[in-house]
């Protein structure tokens, strides 16, 4: 009897590691193009003396940005994901160089964005490595962003508005949808430091958001401008979607994964069942293969672009909103889209692409920035919902 036991035991281990084998061949099969392709952007972005921070790829030619771009923290991001992903210290050793190339960042106060900069590069680095050093820079990366906190609307704003083409629309305190992801920023300060002051603006801008940038379907405005001393609403709009009115997708993908995660950090409810509204939202409205065209509403969809990008921020969302709740169905929509941009419609052919992973994403259209073409943060996205999902397994 014990040896039939034993029989039955061994087989059910078995088919377990049969069938974790299947399920993980998606991101076993993902990280060797990884590496192939980050090999080579890492190879260009080192060339020289001088390390360079790769943006995009078009025209035949990879393009770098400067420390002070909103994206320049998701390449060291990408590399330290491919290091959780490989375990080869080679990544993290290259990690470190391009994310302490960042070090001016933590002082930066004329945009909101130091979150994006500082949580993909040292936060990274300080939760895989625990570096030295890297305290430090969150903490004062957290109080130059607080200081864009406007009192008396209750909101981080995001845009100066007397430069650029921000000056040009009238705007007192513009208050975007992506500015939820550089909550994490703020939270991870109040858990390092204790000091509750940044857990609290980061608590008040959500409710602010959740309270003005929404429509009864969930979908959200991509900008709102307040009255900076009286949180009075003054317009809401968009920049970067089709139209003031349209379901703009990256803008849906940043509220999805903004709410989840400040949910994660707070555990206070309201934002989790936001972040369910505006998934259902999601999911009600994605086209076949989960990859969205660049906004819900374009008018001439299906003839339009779809964006990558949006759909690995969406599909990294999906997989933390399902280890919350344990709804099968957002990891199944999770899943979807990987298997969707892991495919020839989305994933590079090694050697190409400028060694981007993906394909297919849009920066702004109605700015004619960056369209059809690769993005880092769409690399960064990819590689950080392969993680969740292998983490699932």
């Given at each position: 009897m014990n040896s039939i036991k034993t029989i039955a035991a061994l087989a059910a281990t078995l088919c377990l590691a049969v069938c974790f084998r299947q399920a993980d061949r998606l991101v076993i099969e993902n990280t060797e193009n990884a590496k192939v392709q980050l090999s080579a952007l890492l190879a260009l972005s080192e060339e020289g003396d001088t390390l360079r921070i790769p943006s995009t790829f078009k025209d035949g030619a990879v393009e770098f940005v400067p420390e002070d771009d909103w994206v320049s923290g998701f390449f060291a991001g990408s590399l330290w994901y491919m290091y959780e992903l490989s375990g080869d210290e080679f990544w993290a050793d290259h990690a470190r160089r391009h994310t302490e190339k960042l070090d001016t960042i933590q002082y930066l106060k004329w945009h909101h964005d130091v979150g994006f900069m500082i949580s993909g590069s040292y936060g990274n680095g300080l939760r895989i490595k625990n570096t030295p050093g890297y305290k430090e820079v969150i903490l004062n990366a957290a109080k130059s962003l607080s200081t864009r906190f406007r009192p008396g609307a209750g909101v981080l704003q995001s845009?100066?508005?007397?430069?650029?083409?921000?000056?040009?629309?009238?705007?007192?305190?513009?208050?975007?949808?992506?500015?939820?992801?550089?909550?994490?920023?703020?939270?991870?300060?109040?858990?390092?430091?204790?000091?509750?002051?940044?857990?609290?603006?980061?608590?008040?801008?959500?409710?602010k958001t959740l309270q003005n940038h929404f429509r009864p379907d969930a979908s959200c405005y991509h900008v709102l401008?307040?009255?900076?001393?009286?949180?009075?609403?003054?317009?809401?709009?968009?920049?970067?979607?089709?139209?003031?009115?349209?379901?703009?997708?990256?803008?849906?993908a940043?509220?999805?994964?903004?709410?989840?995660?400040?949910?994660?950090?707070?555990?206070?409810?309201?934002?989790?069942?936001?972040?369910?509204?505006?998934?259902?939202?999601?999911?009600?409205?994605?086209?076949?293969?989960?990859?969205?065209?660049?906004?819900?509403?374009?008018?001439?969809?299906?003839?339009?672009?779809?964006?990558?990008?949006?759909a690995s921020i969406m599909a990294s969302a999906f997989y933390h909103l399902y280890s919350l709740t344990r709804n099968s169905l957002y990891r199944k929509t999770a899943d979807k889209m990987l298997v969707s941009l892991s495919s020839e419609a989305y994933l590079a052919r090694q050697g190409t692409n400028g060694g981007f992973i993906l394909k297919h994403s849009v920066g702004s259209l109605p700015h004619g920035n960056n369209i059809d073409v690769p993005l880092n943060y769409a690399d960064y996205y990819f590689l950080e919902a392969l993680l969740k999902r292998r983490r699932l397994e």
């Open positions: 845009w100066n508005v007397d430069r650029g083409w921000q000056a040009e629309r009238g705007w007192e305190c513009p208050v975007i949808i992506d500015n939820m992801m550089n909550l994490e920023l703020l939270f991870n300060a109040t858990r390092i430091s204790g000091d509750s002051t940044y857990f609290n603006i980061a608590v008040s801008h959500a409710d401008d307040y009255d900076p001393q009286t949180g009075e609403v003054r317009q809401r709009c968009t920049a970067q979607g089709y139209a003031d009115e349209s379901a703009w997708a990256r803008g849906q940043w509220a999805l994964y903004g709410y989840a995660m400040t949910y994660a950090y707070t555990g206070f409810g309201r934002y989790l069942s936001q972040a369910e509204k505006i998934a259902a939202y999601i999911m009600g409205r994605l086209p076949e293969d989960g990859v969205p065209y660049w906004d819900f509403d374009a008018p001439d969809i299906p003839d339009t672009f779809r964006d990558a990008s949006s």
